[in-house]
């Protein structure tokens, strides 16, 4: 595995066609299915994350897809876009002067799994959103995970990540995601 990546926007037409086989769930082994969550995300990624951004960019919500590539391909893609949603937790006070981002998907390739290249990725996505909004002195970001995703929820403490409302069991995908908050100042 190279150790060089290089990180980019995603191109619509390009890499519309290039993420269709991005790998970051693993891979059925007889009855034994993936976790849904992961399946669920390397299906956005696949299907939908160009389209979305690009419809969250023409709403005004500065959506952004990131890849990182390495010799293999893409070995890794995010996106986020600002966070237009109320608050998600009683006990938090957050000015409205304040800009919100929410890291709405991120996938590692199946191959950078375990080498600490998901923390890599979550630095990348932390300062390009930082960078969406170079006159604010501080940002909060937002991001929901599965209550069943221990891999995620141990990358975001990593990340300085503060669990605010705790997913559980439920029919519904979002009843299962709880919210994650981290405030990042510039400096």
């Known amino acids: 595995m190279s150790g060089s990546v290089r990180w980019r926007p995603a191109v619509k037409n390009r890499d519309t066609v290039a993420l269709r086989s991005f790998t970051c769930a693993r891979a059925w082994k007889g009855a034994k299915r993936p976790p849904i ?3 669920e995300v390397q299906r956005y990624l696949r299907q ?7 419809r969250s960019r023409d709403q005004g919500r500065d959506g952004r897809l990131i890849l990182a590539e390495d ?15 109320p608050q998600r937790h009683p006990n938090l006070d957050i000015p409205d002067d304040l ?6 998907f991120l996938g590692v390739g199946l191959w950078r799994r375990g080498t600490g290249f998901a923390d890599t990725v ?7 959103v930082l960078d969406r909004s170079p006159e604010a002195p501080l940002v909060y970001i937002w991001c929901r995970v599965d ?12 990340a300085h990540f503060t669990e605010v409302t705790h997913g ?5 995908p979002d009843a299962r995601l709880g919210w994650w908050l981290r405030m990042m100042p510039r400096s």
């Open 71 to 85: 010799s293999r391909g893409i070995a890794a893609a995010y996106t986020h876009q600002r966070f237009d949603e």
């Open 37 to 39: 969550y992961e399946d």
């Open 147 to 158: 209550h069943r995703n221990e891999p995620s929820q141990k990358m975001l403490t990593r």
């Open 122 to 128: 979550v630095a990348h996505a932390l300062w390009d």
């Open 168 to 172: 559980g069991p439920g029919a519904q």
């Open 99 to 104: 800009p919100q981002r929410e890291i709405c």
């Open 48 to 54: 939908h994350a160009v389209a979305a951004t690009n």
